[in-house]
């Protein structure tokens, strides 16, 4: 698992971690099963606090990706094999939505709106 950060990004480095492990969850380089670096070495690897990966962990574990156990770590779940599957399905919403001349805010809030409804 390679993570990488660009500490000078507005986003929050956090976000950035998680965004990086997601992104090797849709490659496939993390498949469910496969246990995340421990959040004290990646911090050091990375030179951040470790509240900044554990929080990037978390942030993980409520999307449903990791489950994180004590004496365990954090591993991935089978949600982690879907991404790739889902990720083209939103590729391809995305380029409909752009050919009917949608904005990305417009269809972010629609897809927002959507998990709503579906979750009452």
């Known amino acids: 698992m390679l993570v990488r950060i660009d500490p000078g990004s507005d986003v929050p480095i956090f976000d950035q971690v998680a965004g990086s492990i997601r992104a090797d969850m849709v490659a496939g380089h993390i498949r469910p099963g496969d246990k995340l670096a421990p959040a004290r070495e990646l911090a050091a690897s990375l030179q951040v606090n470790l509240h900044t990966v554990l929080r990037a962990y978390q942030l993980l ?20 094999a879907t991404l790739g599957e ?11 939505a752009r050919a009917l001349g949608m904005p990305p805010d417009a269809l972010a809030a629609l897809v927002r709106d959507s998990l709503r409804l579906d979750a009452d």
């Open 61 to 80: 574990r409520e999307e449903g990706l990791v489950d994180m156990r004590r004496g365990r770590g954090a591993v991935a779940t089978p949600a982690a």
């Open 86 to 96: 889902l990720r083209s399905e939103i590729v391809e919403l995305s380029r409909k």
